[in-house]
């Protein structure tokens, strides 16, 4: 008998040695007095390292959609794809027809107006003169030519703006520069038809300002409070391997989007032009010296379709916590939620443990 039994000692010795630190927490002994179902860990309270890594898209720091003022045809194009540009250069011309008739008819309204004014202006200047001698002019007479006067002024003025406003229609035919870039889309070619107004067409050009640029980053709302807006920003571009950059936090947005994010921007130059609008970019946010997060094991979180959450122990019972995770170590994650440091929870955990589930 001690022969088949020594070899049973051994294999327990060597299963027990197996096991290392993980050890079996009984949760509930008192009630129960068996051998525990689950292991426990403990939510762990940390500092956070000095930054946090967040992906940043690069933006031109201007840009504008370009579109007609006015109905017309396009004439000329002055400029095309990857054309660089100054303030104030003209781009393209168009043409209608109908506003060359247009100034013509305004004009000759506006002369017209005119002179009926100069008339009524001086029928009131000798009526004027004339009365004063008693008994020539009447009252009302004097009183009539002088409404009648003002009257035909007021409309030789709006005849002028009239002039004026269509001359302003013709200067939209042409298209000029609003500020230094390059073209980076064109989508109209001479003899098309272009309309004002219409803001589902495509734009005739696309003007992007590329000698600086913005990396906007989207900060989670959880480390909004933890982000430091004084210290530098590193960056690195993944179209541009082994290069990394730093400037300042130029500007934040102050307040959350739709997708609970706070936007940063980060101004970079570029005057050799190697960055280009849209590229990706790894950017370290830095963080608040004594912000401090939360830790839990990476097999304590039980994830699934519809939420992600850990198993908390409460009075030998399981209660379903739901929790967002942030940074992902290699043995640890960081998770924001309703829970607090040195809470109990299941570790590992799976989804076939259930709310209020005796442990």
Do not use: W
Not at 2 to 22: D, E, W
Not at 44 to 56: H, N, Q, V, Y
Not at 72 to 78: H, M, N, Q, T
């Amino acid at each position: 008998m001690k022969i088949r039994f020594i070899p049973i000692i051994i294999i327990i010795g060597t299963l027990a040695a197996c096991g290392g630190n993980q050890k079996p927490v009984d949760i509930s002994p008192e009630k129960n007095g068996k051998e525990a179902k689950y292991e426990t860990a403990k939510v762990e309270e940390e500092a956070l390292s000095s930054f946090t890594r967040i992906p940043g898209v690069l933006k031109p720091f201007n840009q504008v959609n370009i579109f007609p003022k006015a109905n017309g045809f396009v004439k000329a194009i002055l400029v095309d794809l990857g054309s660089k540009v100054t303030k104030g250069q003209l781009l393209m011309t168009l043409e209608a027809p109908e506003l060359e008739s247009q100034l013509q008819s305004a004009n000759s309204r506006y002369l017209q107006a005119r002179e009926t004014a100069s008339a009524s202006s001086e029928k009131y200047r000798r009526l004027r003169e004339a009365a004063k001698e008693e008994g020539s002019v009447s009252p009302l007479e004097l009183d009539n030519a002088l409404s009648r006067m003002k009257g035909d002024k007021a409309i030789a003025e709006a005849e002028r703006s009239n002039v004026s406003s269509v001359r302003t229609m013709q200067d939209y035919l042409k298209v000029y520069a609003p500020f230094d870039g390059v073209i980076v889309d064109r989508n109209v070619s001479p003899g098309a038809l272009v309309s004002a107004g219409k803001s589902s067409d495509l734009p005739m050009l696309v003007l992007q300002d590329l000698t600086h640029m913005r990396l906007e980053v989207s900060i989670p709302e959880d480390y909004v409070d933890k982000v430091d807006l004084s210290q530098m920003v590193k960056f690195r571009f993944n179209a541009l391997p082994g290069e990394q950059r730093q400037a300042k936090i130029s500007r934040s947005a102050n307040s959350l989007g739709n997708m609970r994010q706070e936007i940063v921007e980060v101004d970079v130059a570029n005057k050799d032009n190697r960055l280009k609008a849209g590229m990706y970019a790894e950017v370290e946010i830095p963080l608040k010296s004594g912000a401090t997060s939360l830790l839990v094991p990476n097999s304590a979180i039980v994830r699934s379709t519809e939420r992600k959450y850990v198993v908390e122990v409460e009075n030998g019972k399981a209660k379903l916590v739901d929790i967002k995770e942030g940074m992902k170590g290699t043995d640890m994650t960081e998770v924001f939620g309703a829970i607090k440091a040195g809470t109990e929870i299941v570790s590992p955990a799976n989804d076939e443990i259930k709310s209020g589930q005796t442990l």
